[in-house]
């Protein structure tokens, strides 16, 4: 499977980073706000949905990949429900969102299970998801309330 390297510079962009990064694992430290540089960055482990979508019918086991996420062209990082002291917390990202304001800025929210989130205003989007090489499988595959029958959804 080849490396991913995507850029964001609109919305829907971002939308394809978005389901790329669904149930990314990263710990508090791998995350940092360069306020100078105007730079928000992460370091991920992403579950490879591509893989996971090819694997469903096989016996193919699932697939995270070490991955680093940047945003450039950002003003300010708001943080809510994230304890930023635990730097050995383990968030789980669910989706990148984009709030429109004053074109072509706007805000960018990553949004974490458990209700934690990250608002990022940007004078624009531009954003880069790069896998960086570390390839591991898992026998786990993320799931979601909506995705169990039972649930009732």
């Known amino acids: ?17 978005s389901a790329h990064l669904q149930d990314a694992v990263l710990r508090v430290a791998d995350m940092t706000y360069q306020r100078r540089a105007k730079r928000f960055a992460a370091i991920a482990n992403r579950f490879d ?12 086991a699932f697939m995270r990949r070490r991955s680093g996420l940047r945003f450039e062209r950002v003003l300010d990082a708001k943080i809510s429900d994230i304890d930023l002291d635990d730097k050995d917390a383990v ?16 805000y960018v929210t990553l949004l974490f299970s458990g209700g934690g989130a990250i608002r990022l205003e940007v004078e624009c989007i531009e ?27």
């Open 1 to 17: 499977m080849q490396e991913l390297k995507l850029v964001a510079l609109d919305a829907e962009d971002l939308a394809v980073l």
């Open 49 to 60: 949905w591509e893989c996971a979508a090819k694997a469903a019918g096989g016996k193919q």
């Open 91 to 106: 968030l789980s990202l669910l989706a990148l969102q984009f709030e429109p304001a004053t074109a072509p800025g706007g």
């Open 127 to 153: 954003a880069e998801l790069r896998d960086l090489g570390a390839v591991w499988t898992t026998d786990r595959r993320p799931g979601h309330v909506e995705d169990d029958p039972a649930s009732g959804r």
